[in-house]
């Protein structure tokens, strides 16, 4: 083996060889797309769906092509036949079929994750490639095989070292997009990646130990290994909030993968967007399992007979609305087991058909059809029979029925006889007020036992028969052309002869609340409620799951503390896999350190053994006199961090985490003490970022979750523990503050604060 820059130079051969098919494919995909929008609009509506349907094709190829740009080529195994494997983010073959690169998630890939000294296989050697763009500017060399002669070599050449690319990736500076951890994935995440997909994976990690990156990456394998029936029932990644899910929205792209379904519990329901939050008590309790009773009886109790039964006049008889018949034709509809506004229509029907009887047998003729058709609509018209009809079988939105849940707290005590007064009282709130968050699963599992509101299910039902007699058309017309090979499908068909783009797995599924998918990935898990879980698990039946999280940061009441406790109701003794990340990668040494004494203190529970790297002074601790001088200082030291971490080119990240008693009054100074600072054009293009873009924040708790920073200054940790619902949930919330940076963590408070809680 020659020396470093020759090993460099070679490399960068490999590396040139690899860009370069990919070019090549690149190229001949373009060619292929142009070439079939060149072909325009000509020829029959069959051969103009094919073309389209192929041009959408070749752009999705070339969009995942686009976005494995980066880093394509990051690793190298060596064999004691003295073969080489190159690892990257997706497979290439020259045009002789013979392999370059190596998908990261095929099963040749794996002992470049997973081989360890004493169980190497045939591996002698590990090689990491560091690229700058196409430039190879880096090689680390770990020699598995010790009794190998490449041990030697890689000490001469300079390239033998241990774990210096996972490092380098450490130190680096935060952009604001979470990036992929492909080139540095550790065995024990490895092994969690390539779990098995027909089990649910619980993953419990403190901070800093990849948890998200795991199940990104988990994610991405399953697709790959896994693609024929993922690609038709699609993945679901549920997150804690919007800006989480930015944050992390390039990770799977870069791996090679699009068109995953990314949303929060807040916004899962198509065609319904939520802001308002409940208070913490209340969250907690809406989110209690037994709310799924509560629903269920709330929708049963406008099931009843009126007490005030009409008798209506049909064509001069008197046609009189019986108990009985209310009664029997109740029972009809439930024995049909369908949802609730579905049922009605069998009740309906059925008390029609015992009011036409009770018409009929006055008669002293057998009246005809057309007469009984007359007589069916004249009632079907009256005013007191539709009034009646929906008093004893009101159709319901689950909008509206979980509107008037909390509108009226005594009938809610009488429904849930368990809610105390003050319980019920927390929940009440103003007919009308706007849906929170904790109301979205109730939503849902109203949903799910009423069916579609009658007049959406009225349109739908019309629309689906629509498309059904158009995909039939479709079948028999690519029948007859020959065009059966599933490269072009019905729906394709359809989909393009009414002007629309080929609608991909993940749109169809996004706006479709029945749809089940093949795989949920949960973030941030430990926040769910059991309401959550239930409507978690109605879209995914198959128990799919990768579930991150750590319980030693829930901050919601009714989340998690315990996994067993959790995951035992929702999946089933024996039917759940833990696994747990002990490794903190994020945090230096003294900052893991001081959060998990702090922790421990308070009860939590921490599973992180040790950080990886250490840094002098990279916590910091100022007291001062008052509130007046704590917001002087900070906005003077968020001034000193902006300097040292914060890049005009975008990279560089800095949160500043307050109380909310203070968060307006530090904002302001903060933005003072920058205009004042920096230069006009540096401040302008710092003030205008995007608020989920910030390169200089200032945030509470809630926020900064699964998030991470190069510094962070945590204010009057004391009054964030004030602010709090509950203590525990108080040193859930100061633990993820002050684990979220990866350089420095500064604590800024009064001497009172000191006093009240120590850190």
């Known amino acids: ?153 890689a000490a001469a050449s300079g390239t033998l070292t241990g774990e210096g690319a996972l490092l380098a990736s450490l130190s680096s500076r935060r952009t604001g997009k979470m990036t992929d951890i492909v080139a540095t994935i550790q065995a024990e995440q490895d092994r969690i990646i ?7 994976v619980v993953v419990q990690g403190g901070p800093g130990t990849g948890k998200t990156a795991v199940a990104l990456h ?11 029936m993922l690609e038709r029932s699609g993945v679901l990644v549920v997150g804690p909030s919007p800006t989480f899910l930015r944050y992390i929205d390039q990770v799977l792209p870069s791996l090679g993968e699009t068109g995953v379904v990314s949303r929060t519990i807040a916004d899962l329901l198509p ?54 018949d209310i009664e029997q034709a109740q029972a009809d509809a439930r024995r049909t087991h369908q949802p609730h506004n579905k049922a009605r229509e069998t009740f309906v029907k059925s008390m029609l058909s015992s009011l036409r009887a009770r018409y009929a047998e006055q008669l002293d003729y057998t009246p005809d059809e057309s007469e009984m058709s007359r007589v069916t609509s004249l009632l079907r018209m009256n005013d007191k029979v539709r009034k009646t009809l929906n008093l004893a079988w009101l159709p319901m939105t689950a909008t509206w029925l979980v509107d008037q849940l909390w509108a009226h707290p005594e009938r809610l005590r009488r429904l849930a006889p368990w809610l105390t007064e003050e319980q019920a009282a927390a929940l009440g709130r103003p007919k009308g007020s706007p849906m929170t968050r904790s109301d979205v699963p109730l939503l849902d599992e109203a949903m799910e036992l009423l069916g579609p509101d009658p007049k959406a299910a009225n349109r739908s039902s019309d629309k689906d028969a629509a498309r059904a007699e158009e995909e039939q058309f479709a079948r028999d017309t690519l029948a007859q052309a020959g065009i059966g090979s599933g490269i072009v499908t019905a729906q394709m068909l359809v989909d393009n002869i009414n002007g629309g783009d080929v609608e991909l797995t993940a749109q169809r599924a996004a706006n479709d609340r029945e749809w089940t998918y093949g795989h949920i990935v949960v973030d941030e898990a430990q926040e769910l409620t059991a309401m959550d879980w239930r409507m978690l698990v109605r879209r995914c039946p198959s128990r799919s799951f990768t579930i991150v999280g750590d319980v030693a940061q829930t901050s919601a009441l009714g989340g998690t503390r315990a996994w ?49 790297r250490r840094i002098p002074d990279s916590v910091r ?37 307050a109380p909310d008693s203070l968060r307006g009054d530090v904002r302001a100074r903060i933005r003072a003490a920058l205009r004042d ?19 200089v924040t200032v945030c509470d708790t809630q926020e900064v979750k699964g998030l991470e920073y190069d510094a962070v200054v945590v204010v009057e940790p004391g009054a964030i523990e004030q602010e709090a619902p509950s203590r525990l949930v108080a040193a859930s919330d100061l633990y993820v503050a002050m684990t979220r940076p990866t350089q420095r963590l500064l604590i800024v408070r009064t001497a009172g604060d000191e006093n009240d809680l120590t850190i």
Not at 194 to 200: C, G, I, M, Y
Not at 218 to 228: P, Q
Not at 274 to 303: H, N, S, W, Y
């Open 564 to 612: 067993p406790r959790t995951m035992n109701r929702v999946f089933g003794e024996g039917r759940w896999d833990l696994n747990e990340l002990t490794i903190d990668y994020r945090n230096p040494q003294e900052v893991s350190d001081l959060a998990s004494e702090f922790a421990e203190r308070e009860g939590l529970y921490i599973s992180t053994v040790k950080a990886v």
């Open 194 to 200: 390539r779990s098995d997909l027909n089990r649910a």
């Open 677 to 695: 600072a920096l230069d006009a054009a540096e401040f302008t293009r710092l003030a205008e970022q995007s608020a989920w873009d910030e390169q």
């Open 621 to 657: 601790r100022t007291v001062v006199q008052d509130r007046v001088a704590l917001i002087d200082d900070v906005a003077a030291r968020t001034v000193e961090l902006t300097r040292e971490f914060v890049g005009r080119d975008g990279t560089g990240r800095v949160a500043v985490i």
């Open 218 to 228: 988990r994610a991405a394998y399953l697709l790959y290994t896994h693609r024929r």
């Open 1 to 153: 083996m020659s020396g470093y820059s020759s090993q460099i130079q070679e490399e960068q051969r490999a590396v040139d060889r690899a860009y370069g098919r990919l070019d090549a494919l690149r190229a001949q995909v373009k060619a292929r797309l142009d070439t079939v929008r060149a072909a325009g609009s000509h020829g029959s509506p069959t051969q103009r769906t094919e073309r389209d349907s192929f041009a959408t094709m070749y752009e999705d190829r070339l969009a995942q092509m686009r976005a494995v740009e980066d880093r394509l080529v990051f690793g190298r195994l060596d064999d004691v036949d003295g073969n080489r494997r190159y690892i990257g983010r997706i497979g290439l073959s020259n045009e002789s079929h013979e392999p370059i690169l190596t998908d990261w998630r095929a099963e040749a890939a794996r002992p470049f994750y997973e081989a360890t000294p004493s169980h190497h296989g045939d591996i002698v050697m590990r090689r990491h490639l560091t690229l700058r763009f196409r430039e190879v500017v880096g090689i680390e060399d770990e020699v598995l095989d010790v009794d190998s002669s490449q041990v030697d070599d």
């Open 271 to 324: 065609g319904l967007s939520v802001t308002a939050v409940d208070e913490p008590f209340a969250a907690q309790l809406k989110g209690d399992r037994r709310m799924a009773r509560l629903v269920a009886d709330a929708i049963a109790a406008r099931v009843r007979v009126p007490a005030d039964l009409p008798t209506v006049n049909v064509n001069g008889f008197p046609v009189p609305m019986k108990a009985v």
